[in-house]
């Protein structure tokens, strides 16, 4: 391996909730950290961002790996005080209503107990009694107890205010500056050139480009949905939601790769009384706009889980593009061929529960440091760039 004299200074390119952790951890090793972003902090994916730090949706492997020491990262920065009312600890059910649920559902609690999980299976009677607003339609389902839940935005401005890191605002990156072969000195930028011992790329679409990668980022697009404020309702739920058909949206079980539009129920409670109930995975990058369809199609399956839902007025739609790998894994790591450019990108809709946890990893393997978990399966160089953009 690699190794990098401890850097005086690091360019982070992008400030999503991945940027801003890896600022927050290099800043408090004294690094000088400059961040660099095309819009501004959480503007992209960490902004329509369904807040899930949880570990319900995963099956055993590197991303159930990396949730679970993601919500151990969440943990310690909230006993901290640096995440205090922004991460509320809560576990997350996933209910079986429908025939073809009910298998999905068991497999998976026996899958999620493989890998030391805590997780409880609850029969109908069981699930009704901690969910009295549930549909009768619900048959069982499984209490995954140490999830919780973080709104991205506000963990990314908690992150910049604990570091001390300014954001330069609509800077586009260009290119890196190559220096000699896999080595490079800085960015060169709209505004012109930025130095630095070390580069981050964490721009989610925009890492590509830099990297030389082509065919491996892809966006995945996702529509959301805000409730007003419904305490009584709000109150009565333990914890988030999530159907037996998300496992298959996500492509977590047998036959679930997504098509051009999954659906995917979530409904979370959150704090301020209101719901946030989600939503789509959809193979394109049409923006930020919400369709018809899918909103009526989200509220369709909300109210037939929760039937009083119906009785709460939908206050906004949003959507956002997240970036997928072409593999299913994102890239973390050194990037390929060049000694002193990590790469943090790629985690589709799973950016908010790791985002902590990866900048903490990143930082290390920067600082010459053990990395607090095996980062082998996200090594960016299982693809080999064609030409890096200098």
Do not use: W
Not at 46 to 71: E, H, N, Q
Not at 88 to 114: C, F, I, M, N, Q
Not at 170 to 190: D, F, M, Q, Y
Not at 290 to 301: G, H, K, P, S, Y
């Amino acid at each position: 391996m690699l190794k990098t004299p401890f850097p005086k200074s690091v360019i982070i390119i992008g400030c999503g909730i991945v940027g801003a952790a890896t600022a927050f951890f290099l800043a408090g090793r004294g690094v000088d950290v400059t961040i660099i972003e095309r819009e501004g902090p959480a503007a992209a994916a960490t902004g329509a961002a369904d807040g899930a730090v949880s570990v319900a949706s995963k099956k055993p492997g590197p991303m159930m790996t990396a949730a679970l020491a993601g919500i151990s990262v969440y943990r310690d920065l909230l006993a901290q005080g640096i995440l205090e009312t922004v991460f509320k600890p809560r576990p997350t059910y996933v209910l079986a209503s429908s025939d073809e649920e009910v298998p999905v559902v068991e497999a998976h609690v026996g899958a999620l107990r493989s890998a030391g999980v805590a997780v409880n299976l609850l029969d109908r009677k069981d699930i009704h009694g901690r969910f009295p607003a549930l549909s009768p339609e619900v048959r069982l389902g499984a209490e995954v107890k140490d999830d919780g839940h973080a709104i991205g935005y506000a963990v990314v401005h908690r992150l910049l205010t604990a570091s001390g890191v300014k954001v330069r605002r609509r800077v586009e990156a260009r290119s890196l500056i190559v220096s000699r072969p896999g080595h490079v000195t800085g960015v060169e930028t709209a505004e012109g050139r930025i130095e630095a011992s070390a580069v981050v790329i964490t721009a989610g679409s925009g890492s590509d480009r830099l990297l030389g990668l082509d065919g491996v980022l892809m966006p995945r697009k996702g529509q959301l949905l805000v409730t007003e404020r419904a305490p009584e309702l709000n109150a009565s739920m333990p914890g988030s939601i999530m159907s037996g058909r998300y496992l298959l949206s996500k492509g977590t079980q047998k036959g679930g790769a997504p098509s051009e539009r999954g659906y995917g129920l979530v409904i979370d409670p959150l704090t301020t009384g209101q719901f946030l109930i989600g939503g789509t995975r959809e193979n394109n990058n049409a923006g930020k706009s919400n369709d018809l369809e899918a909103v009526a199609r989200i509220l369709r399956d909300a109210v037939a889980l929760v039937p009083r839902l119906a009785q709460v007025r939908l206050l906004r739609a949003f959507a956002g593009i997240r970036t997928a790998v072409a593999d299913g894994l994102p890239l973390i790591g050194r990037a390929p061929a060049i000694e002193n450019v990590f790469v943090a990108t790629g985690f589709e809709g799973d950016g908010i529960c790791l985002g902590p946890m990866v900048g903490k990893a990143v930082a290390s393997l920067i600082l010459g440091e053990p990395a607090p978990l095996d980062l082998s399966a996200f090594n960016p160089a299982r693809f080999a760039p064609k030409e890096i953009a200098a």
